[in-house]
């Protein structure tokens, strides 16, 4: 049986621990692929014909930080009854947003993950 005093423990934790904390570094820096997806699905649907993310797009409906500012289950209610929501953040924009209620369940899923990503710098 191996004794360790806590010099020792402490050297086998960092050791162990380094590449862990590098890896959980690396993941949390890499995008999500359904965040990918997303990114995807955004070009796709032409979002950007009315909002804006990191200065592409139309500035009058600027979604920088969204990630921040709303919670994944409000920015699905947005995609999919924007006429609702508008109501509730009492937003008067025109035209309303488009409501996309059949978009493909995986397709949601990735762009809300894509929306909820963008946070606040």
Same mark, same amino acid.
């Given at each position: 049986?191996?004794?360790?005093?806590?010099?020792?423990?402490?050297?086998?934790?960092?050791?162990?621990?380094?590449?862990?904390?590098?890896? %959980?570094? /690396?993941?949390? +820096?890499?995008? =999500?692929? *359904?965040?990918? #997806?997303? $990114?995807?699905?955004?070009?796709?649907?032409?979002?950007?014909?009315?909002?804006?993310?990191?200065?592409?797009?139309?500035?009058?409906?600027?979604?920088?930080?969204?990630?921040?500012?709303?919670t994944a289950a409000?920015?699905?209610?947005?995609?999919? %009854?924007? /006429?609702?929501? +508008?109501?509730? =953040?009492? *937003?008067?924009? #025109?035209? $309303?947003?488009?409501?996309?209620?059949?978009?493909?369940?995986?397709?949601?899923?990735?762009?809300?993950?894509?929306?909820?990503?963008?946070?606040?710098?």
């Amino acid at each position: 049986m191996i004794k360790l005093n806590r010099l020792g423990l402490l050297v086998v934790v960092a050791l162990i621990g380094s590449p862990l904390a590098a890896r %959980t570094a /690396a993941a949390q +820096a890499a995008p =999500a692929p *359904a965040a990918d #997806k997303g $990114a995807a699905v955004f070009a796709a649907q032409k979002c950007s014909l009315c909002h804006s993310l990191d200065g592409k797009g139309n500035a009058k409906g600027v979604l920088d930080g969204i990630g921040t500012k709303l919670t994944a289950a409000e920015i699905r209610q947005w995609i999919v %009854t924007p /006429a609702e929501m +508008a109501v509730k =953040a009492n *937003a008067t924009r #025109k035209p $309303a947003m488009k409501a996309f209620p059949t978009m493909p369940k995986d397709d949601l899923d990735a762009l809300v993950a894509f929306l909820s990503s963008k946070k606040k710098k």
